[in-house]
C-alpha cells in the first residue's frame, strides 16, 4: 500500500460530489445533517481582510488542508477560515510514518506539505471551484462566499525567494488562466459555473512559519517582504517557548503530561524582547502598506520523542491539543498586556467545542483546529463548536477590545486550574485491537474484535433501538447459537473497546 496521495482530478472530484449530494445526501461518508448553514441570526459573522468570514472558526494548516476534498468537507461542516497546508521550496520530502498520534493530547512529527508545489495549489484551486460551486447550489449565486483561504509559506528567507515558492505567490495572487481552463472543463456537469464570478485571486493573506531557530532578523525580512513586496496580510506564527522556560515548564508540570522540552527549544527559538521588537515595527510597516498584520498563536511545542508510535530516528515530536492550551492561552496574555490589548491574534492550541466562545471572548480568532477533529468525528465535531458558539453570543463582544482584553486575563488564570487541562483526571482507554490494517476494509468496530464471540454488536444495538427485537436476535444468534448462557457470565469486555468513548462524555 502506498503512502504517496492520489490526486482526484477536479471533474472526477466534482462529479463524486455531486452523485454523493444527490444519491446519498453526503459528502465522502459525512452526512448532509453535520452540513453548516448560515443563519440569519448569527452574530458571529464577522469581516476580516475586507471578506465576510460566516464562522470564527476554521481548520489549521495540516493535514485537513492538503488535499481538496478535504478543505471541501471542513468548508461543508462550518470551517470558513482555511490555513492551507505550508509549502515550502523543498517539495520532495520523506515524511515519517506514522507521523501524528492522537490518543489524546497530539503530538507529530510531520512538516510541510506531501505534495510537489504545483500539485499543492492544484488542489488549492479546485478546493475553491468546488466550494463555489456548492455555495450556489446550497445558498444561490447571491450569497457571499464567507470564506476566507490563507496562505501557509515556510521556512527561510532564501527558500521563500526560490522559483517555484514565488511562482506559488503569483498563482495564488492571480490563477486567471488556470481558473478558466477548470471552469471549461466541468462546465458540462456543472453548466452554472460559467455565471458564478470566481475570483482568480485565491488568496490575499499569509501566515509564515519559521523553523525552530531560524534568526529574529530573518523571521522580520520575511514578514517584510511578505509587507512590503508581496502586500500581502500578513500573520507571524509564533512558538509557545516563547511564554518563558520558567512558566512554560510550570504548566506541563502542573498539567501531569508526560512532555519533555528539552532546553535546546527555548535557546534556539525566537526570544520574547526579540519578538516584540518585530511585532512593533511589523505593524507599521503594515500599516504604511495599508495591509492587516497579526500574530498566530501558537506553533506545536517542541518536545523529546518519548514514545513508541514515531520512528525512534525522530528525536523531536511536537506537542498539541490539550496540553498546549493553556500555554497558548497565557502567551496570549502576556502579549496582549505587553501591547495593551491591541494586537490581533488568531488562535490554534487545543481549541475545542467546549472552550471555543471563551476563546472567542478573549479576543482571539479566528480560532482553527487540528487535533480535536483529527478523533473519531472528524469534521462532524466541527457542528457542536457553531451551537455552542450561538448558544454563548451573548458573553461575545467583537468590538470592545478592552472588554475582550479583560475577558482574557480571567480566563488565561481559569484555564490553568481547569481539570480539562489535567492528564490525571481523565481516563481515556485505548480502543485499538490486535487486528491487523489492512489497505481494504479497514474500518471495522472494535468492540467486535473483542468480544470472545464475535458479534455484531453494532447491528444487533441499531436494530434493539429500532424496536426490532426479532431482527436483533437473529443478528446475535448469526454468532453466538446460545446467547443466554454466555449472557450470565459475560464481563462485557466490548465495554472497554467502544468507538464512543472517543464521543461521549468519558
Not at 449530494?21 to 441570526?41: A, D, H, Q, V, Y
Not at 517582504?225 to 522556560?245: C, D, F, Q, V
Not at 504548566?251 to 526579540?274: C, M, Q, R
Not at 471572548?361 to 482553527?368: A, C, D, E, F
Request: glycine letters at 6%; charged letters at 25%; one cysteine or more.
Amino acid at each position: 500500500m502506498s503512502d504517496r496521495f492520489s490526486i482526484i482530478p477536479l471533474k472526477q472530484l466534482l462529479s463524486i460530489t455531486l452523485k454523493g449530494l444527490k444519491k446519498k445526501s453526503s459528502f465522502f461518508s459525512i452526512n448532509s445533517e453535520l452540513f453548516f448553514e448560515p443563519g440569519k441570526e448569527d452574530k458571529f459573522k464577522q469581516k476580516l481582510f475586507d471578506q465576510f468570514l460566516d464562522t470564527p472558526i476554521g481548520v489549521a494548516a495540516g493535514p485537513h488542508t492538503q488535499l481538496a476534498q478535504n478543505i471541501v468537507a471542513a468548508w461543508l461542516t462550518g470551517a470558513r477560515f482555511i490555513e492551507l497546508k505550508t509549502v515550502q521550496t523543498l517539495d520532495e520530502l520523506d515524511v515519517s510514518k506514522p507521523c501524528i498520534d492522537m490518543q489524546d493530547e497530539g503530538y507529530n512529527c510531520e512538516w510541510s506539505q506531501e505534495l510537489k508545489i504545483r500539485q499543492s495549489f492544484d488542489q488549492y484551486l479546485n478546493a475553491w471551484i468546488i466550494i463555489h460551486v456548492l455555495n450556489d447550489m446550497f445558498f444561490g449565486a447571491k450569497k457571499e462566499l464567507g470564506t476566507i483561504f490563507n496562505m501557509s509559506v515556510g521556512y527561510d528567507y532564501k527558500g521563500i525567494l526560490q522559483e517555484n515558492v514565488q511562482w506559488y505567490l503569483d498563482k495564488m495572487s492571480d490563477a486567471s488562466a488556470e481558473l478558466d481552463k477548470k471552469i471549461n472543463e466541468i462546465k458540462d456537469i456543472y453548466p452554472n459555473v460559467v455565471n458564478l464570478n470566481i475570483s482568480p485571486c485565491i488568496s490575499d493573506n499569509i501566515t509564515l512559519s519559521t523553523m525552530h531557530g531560524c534568526p529574529p532578523e530573518e523571521i522580520e525580512q520575511i514578514g517584510e517582504y511578505l509587507i512590503t513586496e508581496r502586500k500581502l496580510h500578513t500573520a507571524i506564527k509564533l512558538n509557545p517557548t516563547l511564554l518563558g522556560e520558567k512558566k512554560l515548564r510550570e504548566i506541563i508540570d502542573n498539567s501531569g503530561f508526560d512532555t519533555k522540552v528539552p532546553d535546546i527549544a527555548f535557546e534556539h527559538d525566537l526570544k520574547y524582547e526579540d519578538a516584540t521588537g518585530i511585532i512593533r515595527r511589523l505593524s507599521q510597516k503594515a500599516r504604511e502598506n495599508n495591509v492587516q498584520f497579526s500574530l498566530k498563536l501558537t506553533n506545536t511545542l517542541e518536545s523529546e520523542n518519548n514514545k513508541d508510535v514515531f520512528s525512534p530516528d525522530e528525536k523531536m515530536m511536537y506537542a498539541s491539543g490539550r496540553v498546549l492550551h493553556p500555554i497558548s492561552i497565557n502567551l496570549a496574555k502576556k502579549l496582549q498586556n505587553e501591547f495593551n490589548g491591541q494586537l490581533n491574534i488568531s488562535f490554534s492550541g487545543g481549541a475545542d467545542a467546549f472552550n471555543i466562545t471563551d476563546i472567542i471572548s478573549s479576543g482571539l480568532y479566528p480560532v482553527t483546529v487540528c487535533s480535536d477533529i483529527l478523533k473519531p468525528g472528524g469534521y462532524g465535531r466541527l457542528g457542536q463548536y457553531i451551537e455552542n458558539l450561538r448558544k454563548g453570543i451573548s458573553q461575545i463582544d467583537f468590538e470592545d477590545k478592552d472588554k475582550q482584553w479583560k475577558y482574557l486575563q480571567k480566563y488565561a488564570d481559569k484555564v490553568l486550574e481547569d481539570k480539562r487541562y489535567k492528564k490525571n483526571d481523565y481516563v481515556d482507554p485505548s480502543i485499538k485491537t490486535h487486528r491487523k490494517l489492512d489497505a481494504f476494509d479497514c474500518v471495522h468496530a472494535p468492540c467486535v474484535d473483542y468480544c470472545p464471540t464475535n458479534q455484531d454488536i453494532p447491528d444487533y444495538m441499531y436494530y434493539t433501538a429500532k424496536g426490532d427485537f426479532d431482527k436483533a436476535f437473529e443478528v446475535i444468534t448469526k454468532t453466538n447459537p446460545f446467547p443466554n448462557t454466555p449472557g450470565m457470565v459475560c464481563d462485557q469486555p466490548c465495554q472497554t473497546k467502544c468507538t464512543r468513548i472517543k464521543y461521549d462524555s468519558p
